[in-house]
C-alpha cells in the first residue's frame, strides 16, 4: 500500500517556476515507478511526466519537455517536479501517481494517487 500527499501548488505569473512535491508512504515506495498528471476543468487527465523506480529513466510529455523536469529520492519517499517558464495552458489540478507497471503514460496504469494540488498560472 502507498499514500501519496501532493503539496507546492499554487498561483504563479507565466514564465515562473514551481516545484511540486509528492510524499509517499509505504515501505515499498522504491518499487514503484512514478507519475505525473494533470487534468484541466472538463478535460481528461493526461500524462506530465514518469520515473523509472528501476533504471532512473525518465519520460516526460512534448507539451512540457525542456520546461519540466522529475525527479525523485528514494532516501526521503518522494518524488519532484520542477516547472520552468510556466505557461497560462500548464494550469491545471496536478496529481502524482505510482504504479508497478512498467506502462508509464496512461493513467490506468498507476494503482495509487494523491489528491492532487492546484497549479494556477496568470498571464
Known amino acids: 500500500q502507498v499514500q501519496l500527499v501532493e503539496s507546492g501548488g499554487g498561483l504563479v505569473q507565466a514564465g515562473g517556476s514551481l516545484r511540486l512535491s509528492c510524499a509517499a508512504s509505504?515501505?515499498?515506495?522504491?518499487?514503484?515507478?512514478m507519475g505525473w498528471f494533470r487534468q484541466a476543468p472538463g478535460k481528461e487527465r493526461r500524462f506530465v511526466a514518469a520515473?523509472?523506480?528501476?533504471?532512473?529513466?525518465?519520460y516526460t510529455a512534448d507539451s512540457v519537455k525542456g520546461r519540466f523536469t522529475i525527479s525523485r529520492d528514494n532516501a526521503k519517499n518522494t518524488v519532484y517536479l520542477q516547472m520552468n517558464s510556466l505557461k497560462p495552458e500548464d494550469m491545471a489540478v496536478y496529481y502524482c501517481a505510482a504504479s508497478g507497471s512498467g506502462n508509464y503514460y496512461y493513467p490506468r496504469s498507476y494503482e495509487y494517487w494523491g489528491q492532487g494540488t492546484q497549479v494556477t498560472v496568470s498571464s
Open positions: 520515473i523509472s523506480w528501476s533504471s532512473g529513466r525518465t
Open positions: 509505504g515501505r515499498t515506495f522504491s518499487s514503484y515507478n
